[in-house]
């Protein structure tokens, strides 16, 4: 990969026995924008003659656009991108989504989120909803707050926390 870019992959559905798309995010060193690339792949082998290991080789069939802009479109075509949602959450909560039953999907969504957070922080099942938040976004100590980061920022991303399960 080249040095001066960072490339994630979103997701990777198969086109044929022998192709894939992928679609990633693609950051450059020097741009300031990031953008979303949307490529067929072609499965092939490595050079140095090993036959059991396939890979996949980017080929010229594809399209890279700004991310504010694939974004715009992709409003257009759906709700909600599947490829933007968490896998957590869109295993959760989905298929509840698509049916229509908004409420419900973010409530499922919500219950997913406050288990992993009480989760990766250690705590007891007894702590939840505004409390678990709280605490595990204290400003000064919490599990889950960057303290890097300036006090407003910290304040902010505990209220939107304690605010969302609220």
């Not at 559905?13 to 693609?26: D, G, M, N, Q």
């Not at 694939?70 to 759906?78: E, N």
């Not at 204290?138 to 889950?144: A, K, T």
């Amino acid at each position: 990969m080249d040095t001066n870019r960072k490339q994630t992959i979103l997701a990777e559905v198969p086109r044929k026995s022998y192709e894939l798309i992928r679609l990633s995010r693609v950051e450059y060193a020097d741009s300031p924008h990031r953008f979303i690339d949307m490529r067929i792949f072609q499965r092939g082998y490595e050079d140095d003659g090993d036959q059991s290991v396939e890979v996949y080789f980017p080929t010229k069939k594809g399209v890279q656009i700004k991310e504010n802009d694939f974004q715009k479109l992709m409003s257009k075509w759906a709700l909600m991108p599947s490829v933007l949602i968490h896998p957590k959450v869109f295993k959760r909560a989905w298929d509840i989504f698509e049916v229509g039953k908004f409420d419900t999907a973010t409530f499922e969504a919500f219950k997913l989120i406050e288990v992993e957070v009480r989760n990766l922080c250690g705590y007891e099942a007894e702590q939840i909803g505004t409390n678990l938040m709280r605490k595990a976004f204290n400003i000064e100590y919490g599990e889950l707050t960057d303290t890097s980061l300036p006090r407003s920022e910290r304040e902010a991303m505990s209220n939107l926390f304690t605010s969302a399960i609220g």
